[in-house]
């Protein structure tokens, strides 16, 4: 066959980077509708590297009304209106947390960003206030529930894991950040958060005992990483190259890919999972060196 070029999106976790760089993109969208028209407060756990952070900025792309970035996806014909929402988003992965003055900067620059657009009342001094106040002001000023994403919400924790002292008082800390999101329920459209660890093993949301943890339901358990069939199908053309670069059959690429990538399993009846980051960089690579 005629070698095609693929531009893959290896360490690139932008979706509209991606979308505009023309980079390969295994369609999640209609998994992303359905998660966004059935609940409105979720949690997802998943390993390094298996496309969390592009999910989150899916979500904020969508949450945008960035139609023009879903052209040829499943979105583009399940949604009708693109309401435009107000989105707070929040990545945690930013920085390295050895002090607590490292986790009071972080919230303080996102507060401050926000606070410039939305304003901020005088009494707001605490984190917890200053959040709720931005919440309010929100629906206030543009008539829209905002949109929060919380991306890699256990970075200051798992940072912290040798250091017993200083998690506790991040845990404290982050406690009180989130615990009005809550409270302020009728003012969020939809709340998301991801990280690598059980949020209940963190103890950090115990306020938030609404939210749906997806990480382990068979509904959502290919929302990130790669099926068999998107692989056999969205991929097929990759495959087809890494054979012709291996001088085998295309079967026998699937079944090497298969023996080096495929193993993940979310949930009781989850399909096979593949994992993106190893998965590209072979196709990448066309080897199937242990990535």
């Not at 609940?39 to 979500?59: A, D, E, Q």
Request: glycine share 4%; hydrophobic share 35%; charged share 25%.
């Amino acid at each position: 066959m005629k070698e095609t070029f693929r531009r893959y999106p290896i360490g690139i976790q932008n979706f509209e980077d991606l979308r505009n760089n023309d980079c390969v993109y295994i369609d999640k969208t209609a998994l992303i509708y359905h998660l966004t028209h059935t609940n409105k407060i979720y949690f997802l756990s998943r390993p390094r590297r298996f496309g969390k952070s592009l999910l989150v900025s899916t979500l904020e792309a969508y949450f945008s009304g960035k139609k023009e970035l879903f052209e040829g996806l499943a979105m583009e014909q399940l949604e009708k209106e693109w309401t435009v929402y107000p989105v707070l988003h929040i990545d945690f992965s930013r920085t390295k947390y050895t002090t607590i003055e490292d986790l009071q900067e972080q919230l303080n620059l996102y507060l401050s960003e926000w606070e410039r657009t939305y304003g901020k009342n005088e009494e707001e001094t605490s984190y917890a206030a200053r959040l709720t106040g931005l919440l309010q002001r929100i629906y206030q000023q543009t008539g829209k529930q905002a949109v929060v994403l919380i991306d890699e919400y256990d970075a200051p924790l798992l940072d912290s894991n040798h250091l017993p002292e200083l998690q506790n008082e991040l845990r404290e800390e982050m406690r009180k950040f989130f615990s009005p999101l809550k409270a302020q329920g009728e003012y969020l459209r939809f709340l998301f958060l991801t990280g690598i660890s059980k949020f209940s093993q963190m103890s950090i949301f115990s306020e938030l005992n609404n939210l749906q943890n997806i990480s382990m339901r068979d509904d959502y358990s290919a929302i990130c990483g790669i099926t068999e069939r998107e692989l056999r199908t969205q991929l097929k053309t990759d495959i087809e190259m890494m054979a012709q670069a291996n001088n085998e059959t295309y079967e026998e690429a699937c079944t090497h890919l298969k023996q080096q990538y495929d193993g993940y399993h979310f949930s009781k009846n989850s399909k096979d999972i593949y994992n993106p980051f190893s998965l590209f960089n072979a196709f990448a690579q066309k080897s199937y060196e242990n990535f």
